[in-house]
């Protein structure tokens, strides 16, 4: 599904992206993983152009992706930060984000699912920052893309929204979707990703499951496997 060929990028002085390279099959729950200031990021955004190489190349479904745009109507992508039009209500952004995707959209669901229907006529600056990672969600998940990107998708969840955001993750892979999430919370990585992949200095650590993971470390759970990684690395 992506492939990244010897991906290079520098901000000023700062060479975040080190030669990564990476191929991520299609299908599946993919975990990005890594301390802050790993490159992690900035790989995210070089698969959706938000940010374009200095080096190398970045495929999806066979074609290369670099300097173009058009590849992105078939991305579904979450931001880590829920940034929406504070005088907006919850029903005017799904109807503008609809008519901007001019993609087939099945968000009434959603909307149950997360419990929106009472939220739907409220302003977006007057949410909380739970509600408005509700509508960021539902944003998200309504287009019917191969490639879903989730950065920190659990951020201001309550425990059954949670709950109900692993089961939505879980029913896209069962359509054959393949799913990149980036989060520093180790237990939702440990209980929903297929694969991991550990970024450290800007360069691939680490890619395979957790209990490969696990084994590799002598440890029990993923947070002590990172925690680690990242002691044997700085000793």
């Not at 990021?41 to 300097?67: C, F, H, P, Q, Y």
């Not at 419990?115 to 739907?120: A, G, I, K, R, S």
């Not at 600056?125 to 969600?137: E, I, M, P, Y």
């Amino acid at each position: 599904m992506i492939q990244i060929q010897d991906l290079y990028k520098r901000f000023g002085k700062v060479q975040v992206l080190k030669g990564v390279n990476l191929d991520i099959g299609r299908g599946g729950i993919f975990a990005i993983l890594g301390p802050n200031g790993s490159g992690k990021t900035t790989l995210i955004k070089s698969i959706l152009g938000m940010v374009v190489a200095d080096k190398g190349d970045i495929k999806i479904a066979d074609k290369s992706v670099l300097r173009k745009f058009e590849y992105r109507k078939n991305i579904d992508y979450l931001p880590q930060i829920a940034n929406f039009p504070a005088n907006l209500t919850v029903s005017e952004l799904i109807g503008m984000i609809r008519n901007l995707r001019a993609k087939t959209s099945s968000h009434e669901q959603l909307i149950d699912l997360f419990d929106l229907t009472p939220f739907l006529n409220q302003k977006l600056g007057n949410l909380s920052g739970g509600t408005r990672q509700k509508v960021n969600l539902v944003l998200t998940f309504m287009f019917d893309s191969e490639l879903i990107i989730l950065d920190e998708p659990t951020t201001g969840l309550d425990p059954v929204s949670l709950i109900r955001l692993k089961q939505r993750i879980e029913e896209e892979k069962k359509k054959g979707k393949t799913i990149l999430i980036s989060s520093h919370i180790m237990s939702f990585v440990e209980e929903i990703a297929d694969e991991i992949v550990f970024l450290l200095d800007g360069k691939i650590h680490f890619k395979g499951t957790v209990s490969d993971l696990m084994k590799q470390t002598g440890q029990q759970n993923l947070e002590y496997a990172i925690a680690n990684i990242l002691t044997d690395n700085h000793a």
